[in-house]
């Protein structure tokens, strides 16, 4: 059964940081990548970054120079590093596994499995 576990998720302030962890199982880590997407109240879901995709590590514009995406390929998890947060961040992450990714690496219909998401709260 294919799993993909967030955790890592909680409130902070404003200019504080988190890690998020992404546990997979089920299927072969190596042969996929890996992606981070948020759905804030509202508002459609997103692509934050992904790993293993696009020549290595592809962040959306809104976290470059914020986010760090990493992977320990002998635990089969990825991990987000989010610092320097601000309240716009505030969202459902969600990770997420896809075999082949396109000209977009954050375009979540190319992803075939998702988890089920951990609440990041940024207080202001």
């Known amino acids: 059964e294919v799993q993909l576990v967030e955790s890592g998720g909680g409130l902070v302030q404003t200019g504080g940081s988190l890690r998020l962890s992404c546990a997979a199982s089920?299927?072969?880590?190596?042969?996929?990548?890996i992606g981070w997407f948020r759905q804030a109240p509202g508002k459609e879901r997103e692509g934050v970054s992904c790993i293993s995709c696009s020549d290595g590590a592809y962040y959306a514009d809104s976290v470059k120079g914020r986010f760090t995406i990493s992977s320990d390929n002998a635990k089969n998890t990825v991990y987000l590093q989010m610092n320097s947060l601000k309240p716009e961040d505030a969202a459902v992450y969600y990770c997420?596994?896809?075999?082949?990714?396109?000209?977009?690496?954050?375009?979540?219909?190319?992803?075939?499995?998702w988890g089920q998401g951990t609440q990041v709260t940024v207080s202001s």
């Open positions: 997420a596994a896809s075999s082949g990714v396109g000209y977009d690496p954050l375009f979540e219909y190319e992803y075939d499995y």
């Open positions: 089920g299927f072969t880590f190596d042969d996929y990548a």
